[in-house]
């Protein structure tokens, strides 16, 4: 069964940074796109990034210069690392191998 795992997620400070995971099983990423998306309360899930099977990387336009996406095909794992987090930034992050998703993680940031 497919599975993709999101962790990395808490309660931060704002200003600071995270690094979110998605291991994902029985599907390689080296074959597959993978992307990233989040969900606030009461509002639909909005993708935020991507990286492509050839390794190519897009970001919205919401997130471009506060994010990098990246990924590891030897554990299999895409990142997706968080700069300068702001009380907005506060959602759950899910991960989407088409058509496939992760359960997510939270990320609070708050003072």
């Known amino acids: 069964q497919v599975r993709l795992e999101e962790s990395g997620g808490g309660l931060v400070q704002p200003g600071t940074s995270l690094r979110l995971s998605c291991v994902v099983s029985r599907r390689s990423i080296s074959v597959n796109n993978v992307a990233w998306y989040r969900q606030a309360p009461g509002k639909e899930r909005e993708w935020i990034s991507s990286i492509t099977s050839s390794g190519t990387i897009n970001y919205a336009d919401s997130v471009r210069g506060r994010s990098t996406i990246s990924r590891d095909t030897v554990k299999n794992t895409v990142y997706l690392q968080r700069n300068s987090l702001k009380a907005d930034d506060t959602e759950v992050y899910y991960c989407?191998?088409?058509?496939?998703w992760g359960k997510g993680t939270q990320v609070t940031v708050s003072s």
């Open positions: 989407h191998l088409t058509p496939y």
